[in-house]
């Protein structure tokens, strides 16, 4: 199975949705699954020494403007790799932006919110646009991980 993981945090930050991630991806990839991670950050970070390939983007400035602005890289990842499935680790921004990949070529899109994008209280949840954002990219993805 070919996996993308797209998340909007990752290593070198640590943390419990990161340090998840990492080793859900190191143990598919064990397993002979064709994992690749879409995770912000520079380029350079010793990515080659996980076990599976780690493509960096720049975080979006915004969560409220421009957060596809990683469209075209999922897309050129997507051209590259068909992905079976892409796996968000986030509910938004990457799961609103993997639904459009989804409404184009039918990828089926999984998502694991991390918390701070679903909570009560939550700064995503106060802005009415992005709470619409967030309800409607969990409607339209094929799973959701709790």
């Known amino acids: ?37 879409l995770a ?3 380029d350079d970070e010793g990515d080659a020494t996980r076990g599976y390939p780690v493509v960096r983007y720049r975080k979006p400035f915004s969560k409220r403007i ?7 890289k999922l897309l050129r990842l997507h051209a590259r790799h068909r992905f079976d499935v892409i ?29 701070s994008d679903i909570l009560p209280g939550e700064r995503i949840r106060q802005h009415p646009r992005l709470e619409r954002r967030l309800r409607e990219t969990l409607r339209s993805v094929d799973a959701v991980v709790a």
């Open 40 to 42: 912000p950050g520079a």
């Open 87 to 115: 796996h968000c680790h986030s509910a938004y921004p990457p799961a609103y932006v993997a639904a459009t990949l989804r409404g184009w070529f039918g990828t089926p899109v999984v998502v694991r919110p991390q918390g």
């Open 1 to 37: 199975m070919r996996i993308c993981f797209y998340t909007d945090t990752f290593l070198p930050s640590v943390g419990g949705a990161e340090v998840v991630l990492d080793n859900l991806a190191r143990q598919l990839a064990r397993r002979g699954e064709a994992v690749v991670v």
């Open 66 to 72: 421009a957060v596809r602005q990683t469209l075209p």
